[in-house]
């Protein structure tokens, strides 16, 4: 139904900041009521309502921008001193790096989160590229001798 470009176009577009502080300073000479006022800007006295409710929470008469989505719990004031935590010693894994969160920043994160703030941070894992690859052959099923896949180069051979 959305997808409809004749819907979209008949949708209302929200009323601009202008209007905002406009109503509010009529509002604010304390002459009329706020259905008055609201009937003077020819608005609804819902969105009125709606409106003047917001500004007593925020302390600002212009929209408050819409941020959907899960809030992190680590602020981005925090990441210098992670970056500076990951510098001083490289070699922490990620379960010390959780409970050096835990202890020093207050923040409780999972294994897990911990793995995908550093992400965000641009950091990555460190792989060694110095030690041999394993030698040993990684065992079958049941300790078999052949492995299926040896033994389907053996049947076309064969």
Partial sequence: MWRDSAAIKRMGKPYGDDLRCKFFAAYDEGDATLEEVARRFLVSVGWAKKVSAQRKRTKQAERVPHQPGRKPRVGKELYPKLLEWVQAQPD???????????????????????????????????????????????????????????????????
Wanted: net charge positive; no cysteine.
């Fill in 92 to 158: 922490l894994t990620l379960a010390e790096f959780q409970a050096k969160l835990q202890r020093d920043a207050g923040v409780s994160l999972s294994v897990t989160q911990v793995w995908y703030l550093l992400r965000k941070l641009g950091l990555r894992l460190k792989k060694s590229r110095s030690t041999p690859p394993s030698e040993t052959r990684r065992q079958t099923a049941n300790d078999a001798k052949r492995s299926s896949l040896d033994f389907a180069r053996f049947r076309q051979k064969g």
